[in-house]
């Protein structure tokens, strides 16, 4: 089952929780910008990456769904393109440093 709830100091973030899964989606504008997607080192392998960003999608269907990549999971987030669950992806590092202020 997922759960959403709002990061309790960044008013920007909402976290997105599934068993064995997290992921934080940055809002901003009719954006979401994800940032620490992370599977338990136990489920990886399972599909729970794609099960999380499918949850994500099905919750905020208005919103294009960004991403940016460590070179590890460049795959993955080409996949989750490919299969209409994130929008764009930047091949440069996302600043997120505005998500502070």
Excluded: L
Aim: glycine share 6%; charged share 20%.
């Amino acid at each position: 089952m997922a759960a959403f709830k709002q990061h309790p100091r960044y008013a920007p973030v909402t976290i997105c929780h599934i068993d064995g899964a997290m992921a934080w989606c940055i809002f901003d504008g009719d954006k979401i910008f994800m940032a620490n997607v992370w599977v338990h080192p136990d489920v990886r392998g399972q599909g729970k990456g794609r099960e999380i960003m499918s949850v994500i999608n099905n919750k905020f269907p208005n919103y294009e769904i960004n991403t940016d990549y460590e070179n590890h999971s460049q795959g993955f987030w080409e996949k989750m393109c490919a299969e209409g669950f994130v929008q764009k992806i930047h091949h440069e590092r996302i600043d997120f440093s505005w998500v502070n202020a």
